[in-house]
C-alpha cells in the first residue's frame, strides 16, 4: 500500500518548512497589487505585478528578504491563512485549510513546475511589471472584484 502524500495526511501546522513552501503552486496571483474600497472593504485585483515578481517564472526575484524590501507582502502561516480572504480559490494553503484536495495541475500532483503554467493558472503573460504601466491610473488594471 503506497502511503499517502504528506499534504493529504498532514495538517498545514504539521508540515516541515520544506513541505510547507513547497505547497506554493507558482501561480503568483497573490503577488499581483490589489486596492481596497475604502467604503465598502472590497478588494479590487489587477495584472499589476509586484516588483519583486519575474513576470516569466512567476516567482519572487528575492523570495528570503521580500517582507524588508515590500513591506506590504504577507508572509503566509498555518496560522494566519485563514484571515487571509484574498488568496485566489485556488490556492493551495487555502484548499488544505478549507478541507479539499490540490487540483490536478498543482505541481505537487502533476510532478511538473509548468502544469500550473500549461493549465492557465498562473499570471504569466498576464501580469504586468509594475515599472512598465503605460497609463497614470493604477484602476486601469483592475481585473476583478473581491467582496469582503
Known sequence: MTELPFWKRKKLEEMT?????????GCA????????DVDTGD???????CVMLDCESCRCTDYP?????VPDCVSLTPENIADIDW???TC?????????DLYDWHPLV?????SVHLAG????????????MVFDDPEDYITGWIRK
Do not use: H
Open 65 to 69: 528578504n521580500r517582507s524588508l524590501r
Open 121 to 132: 493558472m498562473s499570471v504569466r503573460e498576464v501580469a504586468i511589471p509594475e515599472e512598465e
Open 43 to 49: 478588494l479590487a485585483t489587477t495584472n499589476i505585478a
Open 110 to 114: 502533476s510532478g511538473t513546475q509548468e
Open 17 to 25: 518548512s520544506q513541505e510547507w513552501e513547497s505547497l506554493c503552486d
Open 87 to 89: 488568496m485566489p480559490q
Open 29 to 36: 496571483q497573490c503577488c499581483l497589487l490589489k486596492f481596497e
Open 92 to 100: 493551495a494553503y487555502r484548499l488544505l485549510k478549507e478541507g479539499r
